[in-house]
């Protein structure tokens, strides 16, 4: 009986661990992603936390706040303690008193949950305790003309704050008496002219007799 070679052919065994390996990069692509995407969830959130409020009924929110006014930004700053901080010029006041059109807000969650970022000249309605502290959550907003209504149907129109004062120069005061240097070096010349005027009235004295 004649001798047939047989042809070898792939078990299958074989294509079966082949598939795996071809998709072992993806596999392993789409793990590292999961992993990712979980942690950056899981750094936001304490933040998001952080910043969920109890309420965002702008009316409610008016009620709460010891203070309420719109005012311009005038500037930002951090401070020691690293909170957020607006310098602002208060222009109108709905509810409460301020010392001084010129207020400095403080944000106290700090960076947990801030205030976004204010420009110079931004427009804000401040809903503050009567330290100067507000939250995202307290109501403190960039001002919108809807937000305004509803603030003046619940707390009247408001009072118009006169303009603070600018900033005021420092006036050096005008010495009457002459400086120090210079009566140092008039001295000798006047002591000078004045034993010249004593030397001419000996002289004079003296011709005379």
Same mark, same amino acid.
């Given at each position: ?23 072992? !990069? ?21 933040? =998001?936390?952080?910043? !969920? ?12 706040? $010891? ?7 005038? *500037?930002?700053?951090?401070?020691? $303690? *690293?909170?957020? =901080?607006? =310098? ?25 949950? !801030? ?31 809807? $937000?305004?209504?509803?603030? =003046? ?25 002459? #400086? ?7 001295? #000798? ?21």
């Amino acid at each position: 009986m004649p001798r047939t070679d047989r042809v070898s052919r792939p078990l299958h065994g074989d294509r079966v661990r082949a598939i795996p390996r071809a998709g072992l !990069s993806l596999l392993l692509a789409a793990l590292v992603a999961l992993v990712a995407s979980a942690g950056i969830l899981a750094v936001q959130a304490p933040a =998001q936390a952080a910043c !969920s409020c109890k309420t965002q009924d702008l009316k409610k929110l008016t009620k709460r706040a $010891d203070v309420v006014y719109t005012g311009v930004v005038q *500037g930002t700053s951090t401070s020691s $303690d *690293g909170k957020q =901080q607006l =310098q602002v010029v208060a222009q109108r006041l709905f509810k409460g008193e301020l010392s001084s059109a010129r207020v400095t807000v403080t944000n106290s969650l700090g960076s947990s949950c !801030s205030l976004g970022e204010p420009k110079e000249g931004d427009r804000w309605l401040f809903l503050t305790t009567t330290a100067a502290t507000t939250t995202s959550c307290a109501g403190t907003r960039p001002l919108r003309p809807r $937000d305004l209504a509803v603030v =003046q149907r619940s707390l009247g129109v408001g009072e118009r704050l006169p303009e603070p004062d600018p900033e005021k120069a420092v006036r050096t005061k005008v010495e009457k008496s002459a #400086p120090d240097d210079f009566a140092r070096l008039a001295a #000798p010349g006047a002591a000078a002219i004045l034993l010249g005027l004593l030397g001419l009235a000996v002289v004079g004295r003296v011709n005379r007799h």
